[in-house]
Every structure is written in structure tokens, then in C-alpha cells.
């Protein structure tokens, strides 16, 4: 590489939810230290401004998703994509983080110099192909965890023969019209279940076809506990309350589903029965082969899916496809489906490292062979943290935490004349557990390519932010499996 000339205390890569939470921390937290948040695309937002399908929206409650240090003022607690990207400028405008961020540019390649005890970047233009270089104390990664460029697609036998459009939600764009048209979204996840009732009333019909069934919970898109304390209390004070609230009531459920995963089950499946009621509820379309909380439970607020399967502008169909015909999708059963559009809400491709090829010191890091450092770090890889959010609460909530957490550690290492910082296992730590305790389609698909969990704290990914929070603002920064080297 040639000489660096723009270098960095800290070097933010996405300007999503993680990356503005970042900035706001490290503005606050280490005033004196210099930053800089390189985002690939030309918005911020990440996940909120990449997908443009109907409905978009949080299927976790914007008082946890939202920041703690900003209070989610609307009435809705589950809200629309647009709604959270206005929260997300009002928080780069009110702390002044307009300036701190590159659009278009994307990271590229990371090499860490032990000799220099900095990484070395290079960053591309992605206007005009020109690669910077820029080097940083610290690399701290936020821009999620799957690829921004392509979503999943199975092959489908036939698909070339369709004659109507084959659009991927992540591809979806404002002008696509369906109007009038048939429609069958393949998928039972969170963006199928969103999209089929922001449809379903201009569609002719909407199907959503699925391998197999998921588990949904309806509940209010509006907290009126929220509403009530607003009218009474300081803003802030009744966000505080509100914001605990759901962070001790989502912890109880999901301690409690865990537990006596049969009795949850049965009560998740009874409530979409009672929502749907005896004539539309068929237990095939409802009855999951895995047990809640293998994978995430679907959020249908104010019961809209099943709302719109009443009016019968929605339908259900569990089967399996054998191929695309010119007028839809012929079913392994022998049903045919037809539709002017297919809507493949089929997953994303997940993706760690944001994609940006790593070096430490002339070796490729291999990063499924290292191990998940208190979920924000890696074994043996110096100077580096990575956001990912809780798979069993709000991801605001484990961004914030590790943004707390780089905060703390800049200014121990300040304060002890240190450079560089290594999680590096003991003798009794061993490769132990996935990296995420779940089984959706997303993550099975690369578990091969993620990284470990260990047999022992610190290096147990716990998914439990309570644990978490009193580990990252009272614990000490110091711990036997992370080596600090002061500077020479």
C-alpha cells in the first residue's frame, strides 16, 4: 500500500440503525477522538431505506428498536418504514453526524499491521471506481448482517417460462403495479406476512405459498400504556418507563416459551385460530414442524393478516412447488396457482464482515474459524468490533451495547497507554455451539461459515440483554482472555 495520509481513531462502516447509534456514542462518549462512517449505498438507513415493498415495517416495538438516548415520539409503537427513516435523520441532524458520513463508498479490504498497530483501508467510490486509502485505530463494523446486493433465490424449475414479473422483495421498486392483479408471495416469514395485507386491498387475490407453516402473534401496533403515560409524565421519563417495560416483558416471554415450549405452541396456534376462526383455520397452514423460538416468531400487528384472509382478498397455500408454468406455479400436489405476479419472499443472504476481505497480517482471516468474543468481538483479531443485534429482542438493543462497549474499551486503553487489543481463548476455552441458537433458512444455509460460540463466558453469545447490559456498563473492561499491548 501507499503512504496513508487520512487516518481515523475509529473507522464506522454502514449508516444504519448500528452505524448512527455508533457515531452518536463515540461523539459523546470520546469527544476527542476522530471518526468517520463509510456507507455503500447513497442514503442512510440500511435495512430501512434498501426495501421499498408495501407495508414495510419494525416487527419489533420502537420503543427497544428505537435509541435510548432518543425517545420514539409516535403513537404507533410498530412503525412504518418512512416513520423510522425520519427518526433516523432527526438523529443525524440533532448531533450534527451529517458530515461524518461518506455516501457511495465502500470498504473494500482491512489489513491489520502489527508493526504500525493501525488498519490499513481501502475504500472505493463506487461512482467512479477510484480507491482511497485510510488507515484507523479501530474498525467497528455496522452494516448488518446480509448482502444488500442480492437477496435468496431458490433455482425454480421453469421460471424462464413465466409470462408475468418474478420480483424479489429486495429488488422491489415504488413504480412495480399490482393493481388488480393476482399475486402469490412464495414464503411465511416477517416480509411475506408484512406484504400480503399492505396488498391485499388492491390486489385481485393474494396467495402465499409456503413449504411450511410459521408461527405469528398478533398483538396492537399502538402501546397504549405508551400513550397514557405521555399525557402525564415528561417525554423522557415516559419513554424510560414504557421502553423497560416491553425489555422485561419480551425477556419474561421468551424465558417462559422456552421453558414449556408445548404450552406456547399450542397457544400461539390457538391464537391465530381464534383470530381466523373455525371456517378459514386449516392446523396444516398453522402447525410448524419446529418448536417457537427455533426460529423467530412472525409479529402480525392489529391480526392484518388474518383480517385480510377474511375478506377474502388473502389466501393460505401449504405445498410444495414443482415448477413455474407461463401462468403461475404448478404445485407438487398438482394445483396450479396463477398469478400475474410472484413475489419470492424467500430470505436474504447472510453475510458477516459486511463482505470486505480481511488480512491480519498477510493471512486472510477465515472467519469461521474464529470464535464470538462477548458477541462483539473475534478471537485473536486485534482492534476490531462487529454489531449484531439480539435474534430474541430489539436489535437497537445489542447494537447500543457494543457501541457502549467500544466506547469503554478506546478509553481503558487511553488511560493505560494501550494500542492494541486481542481476545485471545485460554487453554480451557474450545469451540462449542453455533453462532446463533436458531435454524431459520437464512442462517442454516451458511452455519459452516459463521463463526463459533465457546464452552465458557466470556466467549457464550447469550442473547440476554439484562446479562449483557450489567456486563457492559458495571463489568470491568479487563478480563483474563483479552490481551492488551501498550504502545511502543
Given at each position: 500500500?501507499?503512504?496513508?495520509?487520512?487516518?481515523?481513531?475509529?473507522?464506522?462502516?454502514?449508516?444504519?440503525?448500528?452505524?448512527?447509534?455508533?457515531?452518536?456514542?463515540?461523539?459523546?462518549?470520546?469527544?476527542?477522538?476522530?471518526?468517520?462512517?463509510?456507507?455503500?449505498?447513497?442514503?442512510?438507513?440500511?435495512?430501512?431505506?434498501?426495501?421499498?415493498?408495501?407495508?414495510?415495517?419494525?416487527?419489533?416495538?420502537?420503543?427497544?428498536?428505537?435509541?435510548?438516548?432518543?425517545?420514539?415520539?409516535?403513537?404507533?409503537?410498530?412503525?412504518?418504514?418512512?416513520?423510522?427513516?425520519?427518526?433516523?435523520?432527526?438523529?443525524?441532524?440533532?448531533?450534527?453526524?451529517?458530515?461524518?458520513?461518506?455516501?457511495?463508498?465502500?470498504?473494500?479490504?482491512?489489513?491489520?499491521s502489527s508493526q504500525s498497530a493501525q488498519w490499513e483501508i481501502e475504500?472505493?467510490?463506487?461512482?467512479?471506481?477510484?480507491?482511497?486509502?485510510?488507515?484507523?485505530?479501530?474498525?467497528?463494523?455496522?452494516?448488518?448482517?446480509?448482502?444488500?446486493?442480492?437477496?435468496?433465490?431458490?433455482?425454480?424449475?421453469?421460471?424462464?417460462?413465466?409470462?408475468?414479473?418474478?420480483?424479489?422483495?429486495?429488488?422491489?421498486?415504488?413504480?412495480i403495479d399490482y393493481q388488480d392483479k393476482d399475486v402469490v408471495v412464495?414464503?411465511?416469514?416477517?416480509?411475506?406476512?408484512?406484504?400480503?395485507?399492505?396488498?391485499?386491498?388492491?390486489?385481485?387475490?393474494?396467495?402465499?405459498?409456503?413449504?411450511?407453516?410459521?408461527?405469528?402473534?398478533?398483538?396492537?401496533?399502538?402501546?397504549?400504556?405508551?400513550?397514557?403515560?405521555?399525557?402525564?409524565?415528561?417525554?423522557?421519563?415516559?419513554?424510560?418507563?414504557?421502553?423497560?417495560?416491553?425489555?422485561?416483558?419480551?425477556?419474561?416471554?421468551?424465558?417462559?416459551?422456552?421453558?414449556?415450549?408445548?404450552?406456547?405452541?399450542?397457544?400461539?396456534?390457538?391464537?391465530?385460530?381464534?383470530?381466523?376462526?373455525?371456517?378459514?383455520?386449516?392446523?396444516?397452514?398453522?402447525?410448524?414442524?419446529?418448536?417457537?423460538?427455533?426460529?423467530?416468531?412472525?409479529?402480525?400487528?392489529?391480526?392484518?393478516?388474518?383480517?385480510?384472509?377474511?375478506?377474502?382478498?388473502?389466501?393460505?397455500?401449504?405445498?410444495?412447488?414443482?415448477?413455474?408454468?407461463?401462468?403461475?406455479?404448478?404445485?407438487?400436489?398438482?394445483?396450479?396457482?396463477?398469478?400475474?405476479?410472484?413475489?419470492?419472499?424467500?430470505?436474504?443472504?447472510?453475510?458477516?464482515?459486511?463482505?470486505?476481505?480481511?488480512?491480519?497480517?498477510?493471512?486472510?482471516?477465515?472467519?469461521?474459524?474464529?470464535?464470538?468474543?462477548?458477541?462483539?468481538?473475534?478471537?485473536?483479531?486485534?482492534?476490531?468490533?462487529?454489531?449484531?443485534?439480539?435474534?430474541?429482542?430489539?436489535?437497537?438493543?445489542?447494537?447500543?451495547?457494543?457501541?457502549?462497549?467500544?466506547?469503554?474499551?478506546?478509553?481503558?486503553?487511553?488511560?493505560?497507554?494501550?494500542?492494541?487489543?486481542?481476545?485471545?481463548?485460554?487453554?480451557?476455552?474450545?469451540?462449542?455451539?453455533?453462532?446463533?441458537?436458531?435454524?431459520?433458512?437464512?442462517?442454516?444455509?451458511?452455519?459452516?461459515?459463521?463463526?463459533?460460540?465457546?464452552?465458557?463466558?466470556?466467549?457464550?453469545?447469550?442473547?440476554?440483554?439484562?446479562?449483557?447490559?450489567?456486563?457492559?456498563?458495571?463489568?470491568?473492561?479487563?478480563?483474563?482472555?483479552?490481551?492488551?499491548?501498550?504502545?511502543?
Amino acid at each position: 500500500m501507499s503512504p496513508m495520509t487520512n487516518h481515523f481513531d475509529v473507522l464506522i462502516v454502514g449508516a444504519g440503525i448500528s452505524g448512527i447509534g455508533a457515531a452518536y456514542h463515540l461523539q459523546e462518549k470520546c469527544p476527542d477522538k476522530s471518526f468517520i462512517i463509510f456507507e455503500a449505498r447513497e442514503n442512510f438507513g440500511g435495512t430501512w431505506d434498501l426495501f421499498q415493498y408495501p407495508g414495510i415495517r419494525s416487527d419489533s416495538d420502537m420503543h427497544t428498536m428505537g435509541f435510548r438516548f432518543k425517545p420514539w415520539k409516535s403513537h404507533k409503537s410498530i412503525a412504518d418504514g418512512p416513520s423510522i427513516m425520519e427518526y433516523l435523520k432527526e438523529t443525524i441532524e440533532e448531533n450534527g453526524l451529517q458530515d461524518k458520513i461518506h455516501f457511495k463508498s465502500k470498504v473494500k479490504s482491512a489489513f491489520w499491521s502489527s508493526q504500525s498497530a493501525q488498519w490499513e483501508i481501502e475504500v472505493e467510490d463506487n461512482m467512479t471506481g477510484k480507491i482511497e486509502q485510510y488507515t484507523c485505530s479501530f474498525l467497528h463494523l455496522c452494516g448488518g448482517y446480509y448482502n444488500y446486493s442480492e437477496g435468496y433465490i431458490p433455482i425454480f424449475k421453469g421460471s424462464k417460462s413465466f409470462k408475468g414479473e418474478i420480483i424479489h422483495p429486495q429488488k422491489w421498486t415504488k413504480d412495480i403495479d399490482y393493481q388488480d392483479k393476482d399475486v402469490v408471495v412464495i414464503g411465511s416469514g416477517a416480509t411475506a406476512v408484512t406484504m400480503i395485507p399492505a396488498m391485499a386491498n388492491k390486489v385481485k387475490h393474494i396467495t402465499m405459498l409456503q413449504r411450511s407453516p410459521t408461527y405469528y402473534m398478533s398483538r396492537p401496533d399502538i402501546d397504549y400504556i405508551s400513550n397514557f403515560l405521555k399525557k402525564y409524565l415528561p417525554e423522557a421519563l415516559a419513554y424510560f418507563l414504557v421502553r423497560w417495560k416491553n425489555i422485561l416483558l419480551g425477556r419474561l416471554f421468551f424465558v417462559l416459551l422456552k421453558r414449556n415450549p408445548q404450552k406456547y405452541k399450542e397457544m400461539l396456534i390457538q391464537g391465530v385460530k381464534d383470530n381466523l376462526g373455525e371456517d378459514l383455520f386449516d392446523e396444516k397452514d398453522f402447525t410448524p414442524k419446529y418448536m417457537p423460538w427455533d426460529q423467530r416468531l412472525c409479529f402480525v400487528p392489529n391480526a392484518d393478516l388474518f383480517e385480510s384472509m377474511k375478506s377474502g382478498k388473502a389466501s393460505v397455500v401449504t405445498d410444495s412447488i414443482d415448477k413455474f408454468t407461463q401462468d403461475g406455479i404448478l404445485l407438487k400436489s398438482g394445483k396450479e396457482l396463477t398469478a400475474d405476479i410472484i413475489v419470492t419472499a424467500t430470505g436474504l443472504n447472510m453475510e458477516l464482515l459486511n463482505g470486505i476481505k480481511i488480512t491480519i497480517d498477510n493471512a486472510p482471516l477465515d472467519i469461521s474459524s474464529k470464535m464470538s468474543f462477548k458477541g462483539r468481538m473475534f478471537s485473536d483479531v486485534p482492534n476490531l468490533t462487529a454489531t449484531f443485534g439480539y435474534t430474541t429482542a430489539s436489535w437497537t438493543l445489542g447494537a447500543d451495547l457494543t457501541n457502549e462497549f467500544l466506547c469503554r474499551l478506546i478509553k481503558y486503553m487511553d488511560k493505560k497507554g494501550f494500542n492494541k487489543v486481542v481476545p485471545t481463548p485460554g487453554k480451557n476455552i474450545k469451540p462449542e455451539g453455533d453462532y446463533l441458537d436458531l435454524n431459520s433458512g437464512y442462517i442454516e444455509r451458511v452455519k459452516h461459515a459463521l463463526p463459533k460460540q465457546g464452552n465458557k463466558s466470556p466467549w457464550i453469545n447469550s442473547q440476554n440483554y439484562l446479562q449483557d447490559i450489567r456486563e457492559v456498563r458495571l463489568g470491568s473492561i479487563k478480563n483474563k482472555d483479552l490481551k492488551f499491548v501498550a504502545s511502543q
